[in-house]
């Protein structure tokens, strides 16, 4: 059986799960425990390399996971919202308190995406941390047909920018407006040019890259470890071929290695979030498109 080469700098097993104990609790704050861990490292069972160097690996990525509290996500709607203020605020020329709050009488906030997506749920965050009135906030379809208003659509990450694109299609090809804006926690180069060429004014807290990919040349979490980032790419592919076979390294080849307290983008590693016969670390709840699959849910409960 295949084993993993180590630098000789590379952190034991210990150290990894105490750093993970204490990320647990002072930066994650959710109700993780080491059994969790210990199931979780357990799913690799020497499929690609023994088992202990695969473990060992597990261990190392999920140190290097990022998991946003609800703490940290208010503190990103924040940001955003001060995002939205300051480019309001220069694009319009608006140089008062009151200016800008005359300005906010024709703007309106929706989510993105459908009833009960992860845009609905920003966006009630995103409402209580701005503090703006609640009857700024409406569906798309109800927002007023008229020329002299701004639309913002709030949601968590775009990162090929394709949904994105997509719902502008669907909702705003008959609509006339001012300005729209698309405002979202984390973006990629590809989604903001995109969106951009559109006419859709792009903000976010965080530009992901190349360095956030899991295996990419220039990963952060490999930076130190370069030797190990293909062994790596080889557990997480191969194990993802299983749990989810038209996105083995996630979503359009994502690669990504980050949730919210509220779930997981698909766009990171199934390793982290399949339960497709294997325990999450991160369960992530995926979407019910039609009625058969949700019947089919049902059995559980049965």
Not at 100 to 128: K, P
Not at 137 to 151: G, L, R
Not at 235 to 260: M, S, T, V, W
């Amino acid at each position: 059986m295949d084993r993993i080469r180590w630098p000789e700098k590379f952190p034991k097993e210990e150290m990894m799960i105490s750093v993970i104990k204490k990320t647990i609790t002072s930066s994650w704050k959710n109700n993780l425990t080491i059994d969790d861990v210990n199931k979780w490292i357990d799913n690799f069972s020497g499929r690609v390399y023994c088992p202990d160097d695969e473990k060992k690996m597990a261990l190392w990525m999920l140190c290097n996971f990022t998991y946003y509290n609800e703490n940290e996500v208010n503190h990103l709607c924040r940001m955003i919202y001060k995002n939205l203020l300051h480019d309001i605020a220069q694009r319009e020329g608006l140089d008062s308190n009151e200016k800008l709050a005359d300005a906010f009488e024709n703007i309106y906030f929706a989510a993105m995406g459908n009833a009960g997506e992860s845009g609905g749920l920003l966006l009630y965050f995103f409402r209580q941390e701005s503090g703006i009135s609640i009857d700024r906030f409406c569906y798309p379809s109800a927002i007023p047909k008229d020329e002299a208003k701004t639309v913002v659509f709030i949601d968590d990450v775009t990162l090929s920018g394709g949904t994105a694109i997509r719902f502008f299609h669907n909702n705003l090809k008959a609509m006339k407006y001012k300005c729209a804006y698309y405002i979202t926690l984390f973006a990629s180069h590809e989604a903001v040019n995109r969106l951009t060429e559109l006419g859709i004014n792009v903000l976010y807290c965080t530009l992901l890259d190349e360095r956030d990919k899991c295996f990419s040349d220039k990963s952060i979490m490999f930076l130190e470890f370069q030797e190990l980032r293909e062994p790596a790419r080889r557990i997480a592919e191969e194990y993802g071929k299983i749990l989810a076979p038209d996105r083995p390294l996630g979503y359009k080849n994502g690669q990504y290695c980050f949730g919210f307290h509220y779930n997981i983008p698909n766009n990171s590693l199934p390793i982290f979030w399949s339960d497709n016969g294997w325990y999450p670390i991160f369960p992530r709840k995926e979407k019910i498109h039609n009625v058969k699959q949700r019947n089919n849910k049902f059995e559980r409960y049965i």
